[in-house]
Each structure stands twice: as C-alpha cells, then as structure tokens.
C-alpha cells in the first residue's frame, strides 16, 4: 500500500519561500514509476491543481504558479519537491499530494502553508 508524506509547510512572509516535500513509502511504489501532483486547497474554496510531473518527468504548472513554483523528483530519495518562491497570500492553503500509477491512486495528509500580507 503506498503512502505520501508531505511535509515542509509553515508560515511565511509575502515575498518569502517554502520547499514542500512528499515522500512516497511502500517497497514497490517508485516515484519515477508514477505521475506525481500537487494540489491546493483554500477554506471554500474547490481543491485545485498547483504542478505536476509525468512517470517522463514532464511538467505542467497551473498559470498562478508559473514562474514561482518549481516541482522536481528525488529518484534515490523517493521524494517529489515543490520550491515555492514569491510566495503571496493567496497561496495561502492546504497543499496535498497526489500520486497515480497502473496500481491506482492516493493522496497524502496535506500540509498548510500560511503567507502573510
């Protein structure tokens, strides 16, 4: 059973930076075997898609994290990052890993990241 592990929110200033960091487990599941996202999610507001890389290490960027947002993958590490750079209070939100693979798909705990105006 795979398990994602984010970890790496907090609280920023506006203008500051977070790296986020999801740790994918289970002895089978490999990071490079799967597409891996990054999603958010404001108090009411709809869970919307930030980044994310293909198994061919493709990426896409929703338009509001371009530019700023960098995801990238640790094949040793197992890991998916997300350097989040100029960040605004309007990234303000639960961020959440999602995995998808041929054994299907799951999504970590989440993490809050908070930036002050």
Known sequence: QVQLVE?????VQAGGSLSLS???SGSIFKVN???????????????ELVAEISRGSRTNYADSAKGRFTISRDNAKNTVYL??????????????????GAWGNAWGQGTQVSVSA
Request: hydrophobic share 35%.
């Open 33 to 47: 075997n799967m597409a891996i996202a990054w999603y958010r999610q404001a108090p009411g507001s709809q869970r």
């Open 22 to 24: 999801c740790a994918v």
């Open 7 to 11: 970890s790496g929110g907090g609280l």
């Open 83 to 100: 350097q989040m750079n100029s960040l605004k209070a309007e990234d303000t939100a639960i961020y959440y890993c999602y995995a998808k």
